[in-house]
């Protein structure tokens, strides 16, 4: 698949950008500090640069669970919103990349506004994962965006439609309400009620047919994340991933071959940089 090609299916929304925590490697702020990027900078990102014991060091969820029972939910909240918030820092390169595309729809795992500063000068819809609310069993809030105020006003789901581009952040975001799922409880709620169908729009649940997708940065060796997209790409006609990984693991392996996705042999940062 030539990079041409891709970006063409992009453009056209038969292919999907889904974007991982890996495409912030190397990004950092003013002061030297490195936005995560993976699971460890992730948990010394929450925890004030301390490693935390082995069986917690295994995946950043249950870093968080830990921090959040030791020292409450608002805490945990408070430093995921810390860490993309308090100082400003360069937009990876792949959403520079994207910013010439401005595809119709796509997905981001990530936690920052970095996706949203793409579209601010255009007309979208937002949807961002929410979890351990009482009301309904939706683990979504939609939002339109409206270029005029440049603010994101909630909206019924019935009124998302593709007429205008789709940003879909199932994670959460920190604007423009700070939700995030961060930690074990937050990632079972959101998993439970996406198998029953819960997690996404109505009009998601067919627009996302037959749909390939193109992951940059998405760590399938992490069980969270493997689920997560397991739930959000359900009926995909395949696709291609590129991550920094040198060496393809077991459960990434299965993964991908098991949803027909290609991994491309080449590092994220050749591929934004080369012509093809």
Known sequence: ????????????????????????KGTKT??????????DSMILALNSGRAMSPRLM????????????????????GMTNHIFTAKPYAMPEVYV?????????????????????????????????????MAGYDRFIVYRYDVATQTYTRVDKEALHVQ????????????????????????????TEAMGGYALPPLLKTYKND?????????????????????ITLGLKGGYTINDQETMRKKEEKFLKA????????SLETFLKSAE
Not at 1 to 24: D, S, Y
Not at 30 to 39: H, N, T
Not at 106 to 130: M, P, Q, R, W
């Open 1 to 24: 698949m030539k990079k041409h090609e891709l970006e063409a299916q992009i453009k056209e929304g038969t292919t999907v950008p889904f974007i991982g925590m890996g495409v912030f």
């Open 30 to 39: 003013e002061d030297g500090f490195q936005i995560p990027f993976d699971s």
């Open 58 to 77: 295994y995946e950043y969820s249950r870093a968080a669970m830990s921090l959040e029972q030791r020292k409450g939910r608002a805490y945990i909240e």
């Open 97 to 133: 990349w994207l910013k010439t595309l401005m595809p119709r729809y796509v997905v981001d795992l990530n936690l920052d506004d970095s996706l949203l500063k793409l579209y601010d000068a255009t007309e979208h819809f937002l949807i961002t994962g929410v979890s351990r609310i």
């Open 164 to 191: 205008i581009p789709i940003v879909f952040k199932p994670l959460g975001c920190t604007v423009p309400e700070k939700n995030f799922i961060i930690s074990d409880a937050d990632f079972v709620d959101w998993l």
């Open 211 to 231: 749909k390939s997708y193109l992951f940059l940065g998405v760590d399938f060796d992490r069980d969270t994340f493997r689920m997560v997209a397991n739930e």
């Open 259 to 266: 949803h027909r996705v290609e991994k491309l042999p080449v």
